[in-house]
């Protein structure tokens, strides 16, 4: 089933206005059209956040929704960087047990490799075309049953370095999660498809050297093998979104052993350490991506593979842990999944 194009029966929404903040708790009503104005404030000024989670059906039939309280509040930070409301986060967790309740219904049991997508979102819905912040917003969560983004196995991407186009600068929305973000990335992401790759690398706008994520994913890097290896990711700088799912796997390695840091690493670095052995793995992930390896590297007229272009052990050891969180096959000792009844 492809990505995003079939979504589930219900919809879930809230107003909040000026005079009096959210009108009510969020009300679950049938997916279907909006009527907006053609002078609404979002469509023109680009007033809207959003967020992705995932719902898993666990053996024993329960539903339970991964993270949910990291994505409400990094909602709230998306918001606020957007000159936006806070959608409390009590709100967030309503619609999302809410939603997941009744259309949860539509993740078949017996599939693992199935989730429920939630996709909040959040816009100006004012009429007016004043250049201020909107003084009307709508808060919506809708969903739909998915795959793997790119595939339902670990199967290594290509990726393109870009250095013609920049995601995001200092001082700008890079860390949140805004609908213009997104928009900016597209040609970019088109380039890497033209040359052969899967998705667009990111590196810092100043010097266009430092690496910051992928289209819509972060990167990790290992270096060395077996006992001795280190997982490292490029630190938040205000530029890059600080994805949940980079946060659940820098606890998960810990947890395992692997020393983890968060540091500058330039393209030339990447390539070189490639080249040398010191560098053996390296994996993108995200709530859609879940992990998936990076075997190849393109870089204007320069190709590296990383390792032997095949999913190492330390990505296939942190994904699996990942998903026996997602589907309940281990004690969720951080208290990450959110069960719905």
Same mark, same amino acid.
């Given at each position: 089933m492809r990505f995003g194009?079939?979504?589930?029966?219900?919809?879930? &929404?809230?107003t909040w206005q000026e005079a009096t903040g959210w009108t009510g708790p969020p009300r679950l009503g049938p997916f279907g059209p909006l009527t907006i104005s053609p002078a609404m404030v979002g469509l023109h000024y680009g007033q809207v956040v959003f967020e992705g989670l995932k719902a898993y059906r666990w053996q024993d039939g329960t539903l339970a929704v991964f993270r949910p309280d990291a994505h409400a509040r990094r909602? +709230?930070?998306?918001?606020? @960087?957007?000159?936006?409301?806070?959608?409390?986060e009590e709100y967030f967790l309503q619609a999302v047990d809410a939603f997941v309740a009744t259309d949860g219904t539509a993740?078949?049991?017996?599939?693992?490799?199935? &989730?429920?997508?939630? @996709?909040?979102?959040m816009f100006a819905s004012e009429a007016c075309l004043a250049l201020r912040p909107s003084?009307?917003?709508?808060?919506?969560?809708?969903?739909?049953?998915?795959?793997?983004?790119?595939?339902?196995?670990p199967n290594p991407i290509a990726v393109l370095v870009s250095r013609e186009y920049s995601r995001a600068a200092p001082g700008g929305t890079g860390q949140a999660k805004a609908a213009g973000n997104y928009a900016g990335a597209f040609l970019a992401q +088109?380039?890497?498809?033209?040359?052969?790759?899967? +998705?667009?690398?990111?590196?810092?706008?100043?010097? +266009? @050297?430092?690496?910051?994520?992928?289209?819509g994913m972060n990167i990790f890097f290992v270096r060395g093998s077996g006992?001795?290896?280190?997982?490292?990711?490029?630190?938040?700088?205000?530029?890059?979104?600080?994805?949940?799912? @980079?946060? &659940?796997?820098?606890?998960?390695a810990r947890e395992r052993g692997y020393p983890v840091s968060e540091e500058r690493i330039s393209v030339e670095q990447w390539r070189d350490e490639c080249r040398s052995g010191l560098i053996t793995e390296t994996f993108a992930c995200g709530t859609a991506a879940v992990v998936t390896p990076v075997?190849?590297?393109v870089d204007g007229g320069t190709t590296w593979h990383v390792?032997?272009?095949?999913?190492?052990?330390?990505?296939?050891e942190l994904r699996q842990a990942l998903i026996d969180l997602h589907l309940g096959w281990t004690a969720d000792s951080h208290g990450w999944s959110r069960l719905i009844s």
């Open positions: 194009e079939h979504f589930t029966e219900h919809l879930v &929404s809230a909602f +709230q930070r998306s918001a606020e @960087r957007m000159a936006m409301p806070h959608l409390p993740l078949p049991a017996g599939d693992p490799a199935l &989730s429920l997508y939630l @996709r909040p979102v003084r009307e917003y709508t808060f919506l969560l809708m969903g739909f049953v998915t795959g793997g983004f790119f595939s339902d196995e +088109q380039a890497a498809v033209d040359a052969g790759c899967d +998705q667009v690398v990111w590196v810092d706008a100043a010097e +266009q @050297r430092w690496i910051e994520e992928l289209g006992p001795g290896a280190t997982v490292v990711t490029p630190a938040l700088t205000g530029t890059l979104l600080p994805g949940v799912t @980079r946060d &659940s796997l820098l606890t998960l075997g190849r590297v390792g032997d272009e095949k999913p190492g052990p330390v990505t296939l």
